[in-house]
């Protein structure tokens, strides 16, 4: 890399936890020469100027991509449609539109159709996170040793591509690139059925009339406080993701619930050598994890004893 | 409490993470006069002996009772008969006979049976425990802010279940009295069905054909992550489990199953704003387990950024 900022402008059209990290590791790393946010007015409008981590709040997203050679949607997936028609006229030859959405196919179908001619569209999505929402809950270090992958087209312009790589390099991620499809199945997987299950068991424990939310809460340190945490990711991300990645999710959906069937069925009939079979095999796939460099190998996630008290 | 230890002997049966657990904090507050470990021969035994947590390993349960005041139970609760049938002719009358396991109601009925008169028989679980097994994973701040929960019947001496209520706080644990049967059930849904639906989604994930095994590792701080720390745990600990509490499992799992099913449901006829209600709903649940102090307050449970590489 050269001394000069990767970007002179950078537009985040909103700024919640991906985006406010993003801002943060921007200025940080020095990767543009302005940080623009493009925001609708509200309370998160003003924490923004409050906590001033981007050189400029524009409360008209279609305003504040003008003079931008980097534009990435940090809203969820369902707003991306009507987003890209309100900033399409106003997107600078040259320039770059992107975004951190968890879901892929859907991206290319909705935004695609809006981006003029010159432009160069390429999703992308930044697999990190953390259940908290919100510009305050950003922080540079957020994409640190994660995978960023990137899921262009066969017409993608390769020195686009390039840079857009660069720049999720620079902001400290591993880079992969795949194809939008394959994307929606593999995150399905990875992230989705483990959230609609985590949202899903929360649910269940808090509308039983034998056990009490107040037994749920006391005794959750035996494994269902763990799920609470994903289940309080942000709602309206996650209604989008769902309905966007429909087939992806009943599809890995559809493969879960064969297999806990399965599992109901060796637990009615005593069949201890198949459970016995299964957990081990899950075992090591969490020490592959570890070696993967992407989770903590500190017992309980590194949780302090009696954490919390 | 006076200057005497409560107890002159505990012998722990079995000396696993739970088992070491308590070998260390009997020891750090001077719970105990002697502390042995009565464990079968082998590699932990071996281990036992060489990290000397205990005042003796002795390498015949039976033998390893003779001059208890307290003998706890620490292995998988499927053991419990067997071990019970072999101490019960060397239990010292007055004594105090207990354990920690996951299920309780199978426990009375496994072991109530063998415990000779004038010896204490009263049911404990602390609801506390990390991902690792084995002696040297224990720690003796495990049972710091934790709930112990003692399952007495209305025959137990009051006098013995006020001295194991007693050994428990002064182990760092809260204390709550339970009847055997709602604690399973209890139990069933904040403990063994996350257990098993982690289990189950860890073991759908490495079967698929169409995402490869490497791209789930690599793509797990989508969420996935979570569930392979508790699809860690002890593969035997837990078999027993779900063969000894398969009622209150198979009622909660269909509760769950059930729920799924509809959220499934308004994925596939794309019911947003059912997704949005349960999602807002669930968040809610784990500010009351951080407000309890069952739960770090630190986003992504303190996992440092990049944590891993």
Known sequence: MSDAPLFNTI???????????LARVIREKGLARRV???????????????????DAVIENPAEAVKDADLV????????YGKIAAAIA????????????GSVKDLVLRDVGPHVPPGVHFIPAHPVAGTEQSGPEAGFAALFDNRWCILTPTPDTDPKALAKL?????????????????????????TSHVPHLIAYNIVGTASDLETVTNSEVIKYSAGGFRDFTRIAAS???????????????????LGRFTEDLIALQR???????????????RTRA?????????????????????????
């Not at 990435?72 to 707003?79: E, N």
């Not at 999720?168 to 997987?189: F, N, P, R, T």
């Not at 942000?234 to 890995?252: G, H, I, Q, S």
């Open 11 to 21: 537009t985040l059209i909103g700024v919640g936890l991906i985006g406010s990290s």
């Open 36 to 54: 623009i946010a493009g925001v609708r007015p509200g309370a998160a409008a003003e924490t923004l100027k409050r906590i001033a981590i981007t």
């Open 72 to 79: 990435i949607l940090c809203t969820p997936v369902g707003s």
């Open 89 to 100: 006229p106003n997107l600078k030859p040259g320039a770059i539109l992107s975004d951190v």
């Open 165 to 189: 790589h660069a720049f999720w390099e620079a902001c400290g991620s591993k880079v992969e690139i795949m194809e939008a499809k394959h994307h929606d199945l593999v995150l399905a997987i």
């Open 234 to 252: 942000d709602p309206t991300m996650w209604r989008d993701v769902f309905l966007a990645n429909k087939d992806a999710v009943l599809e890995m």
């Open 266 to 280: 060796n637990i009615r009939w005593g069949d201890g050598d198949a459970l016995f079979d299964l957990f081990t």
């Open 285 to 309: 796939i969490r020490h592959q994890i570890i070696d993967a460099g992407q989770e903590t190998n500190r017992p309980d996630f590194g949780r302090g004893p009696g954490e919390g008290k």
